[in-house]
């Protein structure tokens, strides 16, 4: 089983076929995988996991951040990244929107103003100053501001397509150049969105440990038969005439037998086997 390259090794320590380790959410299982093998003693063990963790990277795949569908507007976006791109002078070159304290999102997700400190601010609704206290979110009124928010812009200056292409633009180049954001934002982007694998249809010859005849491996139709009925431990494989009932049984008691979960016949007593 170890050297079977279509069997791996759960995180639970049993033993599954491919179709069913090769699915699911893969960075969970790789994550689980990579802290067990830190502090597994057994090198076989270790191994099998390795095998499994390299297997389960090759079905994820891996998007590069330039390939990814992004933008400031995205909610898995931190903050402090949106913060660095507004100020930076490599960036939008906007520290004016950072003078009372930081872009912050509210509770509902809307952008506005993070205060820093105590402030006297003039507000333009009740014409007149009024205090705003320290990490008190504001609304406040800025094409940046409107823009993360996507809002229409209000200034006649501002086409509002033009101006989100524009700085959608600006914002990709930006995370392009800092090697920091890009690499923060490609692993929580593949994370989130690059980590489901369906389970497969099977299409490969599976290996079968003793089997004599090399040239004799199920076909898929026969092996989804064998693939079903070991999974669910029961069940009839309905093959039509013809279609390898036979090697189908010989195949799945071979599986059964080498992952362990083959039984000895039971032999009713006073009868002979």
Excluded at 102 to 128: A, F, P, V
Excluded at 231 to 251: D, M, P, Q, W, Y
Aim: charged share 25%; proline share 4%; net charge negative.
């Amino acid at each position: 089983m170890y050297r079977n390259p279509d069997i791996f090794l759960s995180e639970h320590r049993t033993w599954q076929l491919r179709e069913d380790f090769i699915s699911g959410n893969a960075w969970s299982k790789i994550d689980s995988l990579n802290a067990l093998v830190l502090v597994e003693q057994d090198n076989h063990i270790q191994q099998k996991w390795q095998y499994g963790i390299s297997e389960l990277e090759k079905a994820a795949g891996w998007i590069p951040i330039e390939d990814a569908d992004f933008s400031p507007h995205s909610s898995w976006i931190p903050e402090d990244i949106i913060n660095a791109w507004v100020g930076g002078i490599d960036g939008l070159c906007r520290p004016d929107c950072l003078r009372l304290g930081s872009l912050s999102k509210n509770e509902s997700g809307k952008w506005g103003i993070r205060y820093n400190g105590n402030h006297s601010i003039y507000d333009n609704t009740l014409r007149k100053c009024r205090e705003v206290l320290e990490d008190q979110w504001e609304a406040y009124a800025d094409e940046i501001v409107y823009y993360l928010n996507m809002q229409k812009q209000r200034s006649s200056y501002h086409d509002t397509e033009t101006f989100n292409r524009e700085h959608n633009d600006n914002f990709k180049n930006y995370i392009a150049n800092h090697a920091s954001y890009r690499e923060e934002l490609e692993q929580k982007y593949n994370r989130i969105f690059n980590t489901e694998i369906g389970v497969p249809v099977k299409t490969y010859p599976v290996y079968l440990e003793g089997w004599l005849d090399n040239s004799k491996t199920p076909k898929p139709h026969q092996w989804q038969s064998v693939h079903h009925l070991y999974r669910e431990g029961k069940g009839i494989s309905a093959l039509g005439t013809g279609f390898g009932k036979t090697l189908t049984a010989i195949a799945l008691h071979a599986l059964l037998k080498q992952t362990g979960r083959a039984h000895q016949p039971r032999v009713a007593p006073g009868s002979q086997q």
